[in-house]
């Protein structure tokens, strides 16, 4: 007799979740917003740069995949899918924001969420120097202010490479370009942040 292990359902993989959805189990559904909800919302703040607007485009990204998950093919993985959803919401913010004269604002001293809990940028090693640590601490405020003043196009590429870890394939299938494309925007905001960085010595 084929013996069910106790820890399966929290093993199920992303795809046998979604054909779950796809059969009317909204338990499972529930596991896929808890599995992927804060790296919706950790992309949404890199590229929005603000916790309100990174919460609602995150929600309502899960919002639009419960609403079409039925006609989910899984030509991609579903990661790729959300964060495909995440960046094309953030982009209408975007607009939204510039028909309405808004401009993203940084937050300097902002704290990152984790699977783990709220974590503080770590820009000092224990052994550091008080002067070494506000140097370091400086310099990433610097980098973390001309992040969000790069353009969307330039922050997405950095974000999914830089933060979210993917590599070019993965990139341009989210972003709908290629690879090529991919390449290039990557290049040019890391020259444009270079450029930046440099102007602050």
Known sequence: MERVGIGETATRS????????QSGDDAAFDELVLRHQQRALN???????????????????????????GGFRGDCEFTTWLHQIVVNLARNKHRWWRRRGRHAIVSLDCTVETDDGALD???AAPTDAPD?????????????ARMGELP??????????????????????TLGCSVGTVK??????????????KDEG
């Not at 992303?14 to 959805?21: M, P, R």
């Not at 929005?48 to 899960?62: C, G, I, K």
């Open 14 to 21: 992303d795809a046998e979740l979604v054909a779950q959805c």
């Open 121 to 123: 940028v770590q820009v």
């Open 43 to 69: 992309v949404a703040f890199q590229l929005l740069r603000d916790h309100e607007d990174a919460a609602e485009v995150a929600q309502d990204a899960f919002v639009r995949i419960y609403r079409s998950i």
């Open 132 to 144: 070494v640590a506000v140097v370091k601490a400086e310099f990433v405020r610097l980098l973390n």
């Open 184 to 197: 290039s925007r990557i290049a040019r905001a890391r020259e444009t942040l270079r450029e930046r960085m």
């Open 152 to 173: 969307p196009k330039f922050r997405e590429v950095l974000v999914l490479r830089n933060v979210e870890d993917m590599n070019y394939d993965q990139i341009a299938a």
